[in-house]
């Protein structure tokens, strides 16, 4: 007896459970509620610990002046990108 | 009551892992929100059953319901507690519920994760994933249930109780953490799919996925090394690895894991090799679930494999789904995935990530020819020929070793091209103190891959000290710090550089544990009391032996004292034999057992096993075996746990 | 040549060397265990195998004899369909290696006795017994 009104109650929770934001409203848009440029400060902070650590190998004498040179300039030519688009 | 309850919520689950999956396909198609919502809840609901079966399993067995079959085959009244929930996956259908538990429980994090954020592909993830569990819930449901009822027509008094092999603590972690490893690979897998199907593979994508691949690949380490420690402990064959076609299965994965760990480092800082980094993934998927079908089909024969039964044409049908579906994706993907950017050098770090690459993947290739070489040989030959041991160890060690040697490498490269410089400077000190350990080596009248291996670890250890040393030094200048400062703000401004680096030394010390194999020595012998037996420099003198009974069984206990060359005692060793299910009136149904006792120094372990004892003559049988620097491995596998916890912590929040 | 293609050379290079090592370990195997032929007892009879093979079977009821003066010496019979093949082997005996066990063992075949060096059992048949066999187990006997 109590295995068959458990079993009932399990399927009525589950049903209701999924079944509900059916009856939302129509015309329901799912967006991201962080903002878009999550992505982009994410591969901001990577170019930034890039750069860092092509510092550090510098520093530490790994790389020759032009490679370090060249590089460097790429990195932050992509974090300026960035940053023009998150300031726009 | 609860077993109909537990059949209820897989089959329900199964219903709903359909709804999901439909649910989603209409959203993609319509993009009505609430069908997402919709999606999500179900998804959520199938995981949520997932998990409620199987608290139910354990329930069943704690309380030692012999009305369901799995409970009476694989525990008995007499089965300490926390084996009644390890047997949970000692089974084939509890071991398969177990899967899908796992799998559930990272699907609930990866739904609540991303509430707010992926939501362009986070329809395509829940796909991939409740199509994984969709595959387990078939399996549970229609071909190996946990929740059959016992036959109705008797009463069961007692169960068959647990494999003695199988009481030990290891294997109330060893499995779980394989588990962890096996499913979690799953996540990044969805991940990748998802990213390919929409097109959309951002910097957020890349945090997700390395970070859980990272957790996964750590899981999937220590469950090896854990199944390592429990056969040494427990088997008693003196060894930690047999190429047994399941540590196989585990090993394959591991490997190609491995390979994208480091490919995948290029793809977030240059933007590389992204179709490679996908075939990877879709390959470390396809071998998890393969490792999963060599162990619970039978296959091959095997400590770990059940008996035959019908799940292997599903599981490879399953396997062949899944790689068809998945690179045909990749394949149509490929214009999507293509970067401009090539590698300008070989003695860049791209390019040492490359051929660390290519030779796990050969390493992987070596491993699997063996695992089914005797299937493919009575396939093609008629003739079934078994893999053993020797072959593996002869194919992997070369191997091996180039990747050992790689390790100490690959850190001195740095991205795009190492200068000549560098190169000179940084390798000088390193290889010359190769050399002088080979020359050392030489003089003791070492030889061969031994002579090679160890100074291999020499040169790997110099570099990656110098490059703790270089970093120290560099912050000690410009930060004026004092050394042990210098050294902790080191690792934790660059965790995972040096993270990595502490998991390459405990590589190095496994290498070194490795190597010490080849000094094993061992004899068996039969001592009658007070005489003794010499190995390796040492006697072995039996001064006693002891019967006791036990809780769940009866112990004939063998005393010896172990003493050096000068006749000194150093240990006493206690090797057991013990009966399991010793009260049982039909002496077919006990169960003998030896309990090992091992004598465990940093140099080298003494490692006793009691395998018989004449009662009528009164000699005891035992088996002694000098295992030198088996400690190593441990200590290497601890290193590379923190290592990876390290390279794993999260950053503090930085400010902006 | 362009470094695109120096790099699938040198990549080209590795495999072709390996695939090459593979193979040929697979031929020229380090030790006779490395790589074994798996027979039954009946092609084992009727074929003549000098080599060290593998074979597969049950322990014959009543079959096992240890010698007196050194319990690792045994000698038993292996039984596979109607094929008995009578085994000696020296050395330690793993637990569950009884009667009716179904065992692997490894060896040559010598003068019609199968000199075993290697003696390994699979899964013990209590875990896959039957529940009703144990209704001679008397539940009294059991301290919990």
New interface residues.
């Given amino acids: 007896m109590i295995s068959v009104v458990v079993t009932f109650l399990i399927i009525v929770v589950m049903a209701v459970f999924v079944i509900q934001p059916l009856f939302l409203e129509p015309g329901l848009e799912i967006k991201d509620t962080e903002k878009k440029s999550v992505a982009l400060k994410q591969r901001k902070k990577i170019l930034y610990r890039q750069i860092k650590e092509l510092d550090m190998d510098y520093q530490l004498g790994n790389i020759q002046d032009d490679d370090y040179g060249q590089t460097r300039n790429e990195l932050k030519k992509e974090v300026a990108e960035i940053l023009t688009i998150l300031n726009r | 009551m609860t077993p109909v309850i537990g059949g209820l919520a897989i089959n329900l689950a199964l219903g709903l892992a359909f709804v999901s999956i439909i649910l989603h396909f209409f959203y993609l198609r319509n993009g009505d929100g609430r069908l997402f919502l919709s999606g999500q809840r179900a998804a959520l609901a199938v995981s949520l059953l997932s998990i409620l079966a199987t608290l139910i399993l354990a329930q069943l067995l704690i309380t030692s319901n012999f009305d369901v079959d799995y409970v009476a085959h694989y525990t008995s009244l007499e089965t300490p507690f926390i084996y009644k929930i390890t047997a949970l996956w000692a089974g084939q259908s509890g071991s398969l519920l177990f899967w899908l538990f796992t799998l559930s429980v990272y699907a609930v994090i990866t739904i609540l994760q991303n509430q707010r954020s992926q939501h362009k592909i986070m329809p395509w993830v829940m796909i991939v994933m409740t199509t994984v569990q969709l595959f387990f819930l078939i399996l549970i449901n229609y071909v190996s249930n946990p929740f059959i009822p016992t036959e109705a027509d008797f009463v069961v008094a007692n169960g068959l109780g647990l494999n003695p092999l199988l009481q030990n603590i290891t294997m109330a972690f060893h499995p779980p953490m394989l588990y962890l490893g096996y499913v979690g690979f799953t996540i990044p897998f969805s991940f990748s799919i998802a990213a390919m199907a929409e097109r959309d593979m951002n910097a957020l994508w890349m945090r997700t996925v390395r970070q859980w691949l990272l957790f996964v690949w750590l899981m999937l380490s220590i469950g090896i090394i854990l199944g390592g420690w429990w056969a040494y402990q427990e088997l008693g064959w003196g060894g930690y690895w047999a190429w047994d076609p399941v540590e196989n299965a585990s090993f394959m994965p591991w490997l190609t894991g491995t390979a994208l760990l480091h490919s995948i480092i290029i793809q977030e800082k240059k933007d590389m090799l992204k179709v490679w980094n996908m075939a990877l993934i879709i390959i470390t998927f396809t071998l998890c679930i393969f490792g999963t079908f060599l162990t619970r089909s039978g296959v091959m024969s095997s400590v770990h494999s059940f008996t035959a039964s019908s799940l292997g044409p599903i599981f490879l049908g399953f396997v062949f789904l899944i790689l068809v579906v998945s690179f045909l994706l990749l394949f149509n993907r490929k214009s999507f995935l293509q970067s401009e950017k090539r590698i300008e050098s070989f003695t860049s770090r791209e390019s040492g990530f490359l051929f660390n690459n290519v030779v796990f993947i050969v390493m992987c290739f070596a491993v699997f020819w063996g695992t089914i070489f005797p299937v493919i040989s009575e396939a093609v030959r008629g003739t079934k020929i078994t893999v053993g041991a020797p072959f593996f160890n002869q194919v992997n060690i070369p191997i091996g070793l180039v990747l050992l040697l790689l390790t100490g490498v690959g850190p001195l490269l740095v991205w795009r091209r190492t200068s000549n410089q560098s190169f000179i400077r940084n390798f000088t000190t390193p290889i010359v103190m190769g050399l002088v350990s080979a020359l050392v080596l030489y003089i003791f009248n070492i030889r061969g891959y031994v002579l090679i291996s160890f100074s291999l670890s020499a040169f790997v250890l110099t570099t990656i000290g110098f490059e703790f040393f270089r970093g120290i030094r560099s912050r000690m200048t410009s930060q004026k710090e004092n050394p042990i400062i210098a050294f902790w703000r080191l690792i934790r401004k660059n965790r995972s550089r040096y993270g990595g680096y502490i998991v390459h030394i405990g590589i190095v010390l496994m290498f070194v544990g490795f190597t010490g194999h080849s000094f094993d020595s061992e004899k068996e012998f039969g001592l009658k009391k007070g005489d003794s037996e010499h190995l390796s420099g040492y006697s072995f003198t039996l001064y006693n032996v002891r019967e006791e009974e036990r809780p769940n069984h009866y112990a004939y206990i063998a005393d010896m004292i172990v003493a050096d060359a000068f006749g000194k005692s150093i240990v006493k060793l206690h090797p057991e034999k013990r009966i399991y299910f010793h009260r049982n009136p039909n002496p077919e149904r006990r169960q003998p057992h030896s309990e090992l006792d091992i004598y465990s120094t940093i140099k080298q372990d003494i490692y006793s096993i009691f395998n018989s004892i004449d009662l009528e003559n009164e000699v005891a049988y035992l088996k002694i075996m000098i295992n030198p620097l088996v400690n190593w491995v441990w200590y290497g596998g601890y290193l590379f746990v923190l290592g990876t916890l390290v390279a794993l912590w999260p950053p503090r929040k930085e400010k902006s | 040549m362009n ?2 293609n ?2 699938y050379f ?2 080209s290079g ?2 072709v060397v ?2 090459f ?2 193979w040929w ?2 031929s020229n ?3 006779e ?7 039954s007892v009946e092609e084992l009879i009727d074929e003549d195998h000098s080599d060290r093979v ?1 074979l597969g079977g049950l322990v014959a009821e009543g079959s096992i004899h ?1 010698d ?1 003066n ?3 010496s045994c000698q038993f019979e292996l039984k596979e369909g109607d094929y008995i093949l009578p085994v000696h082997y020296t ?3 793993p ?2 290696f ?3 066990a179904e065992v ?1 063992i490894e060896g040559i075949y010598v003068n019609g006795l199968f000199e075993a060096d290697i003696l390994q059992t ?3 048949s ?4 039957d ?9 009294d ?4």
């Fill in positions: 470094s695109k120096k790099f040198a990549i590795v495999i390996v695939i090592w593979i370990a697979s195997p380090a030790d265990q490395a790589l074994v032929t798996f027979l593998r240890l007196n050194n319990y690792l050395g330690a005996r637990d569950l009884k009667d009716g692997i699979k899964c013990a209590r875990y896959e017994g529940l009703r066999d144990e209704n001679s187990y008397n539940l006997e059991v301290s919990i």
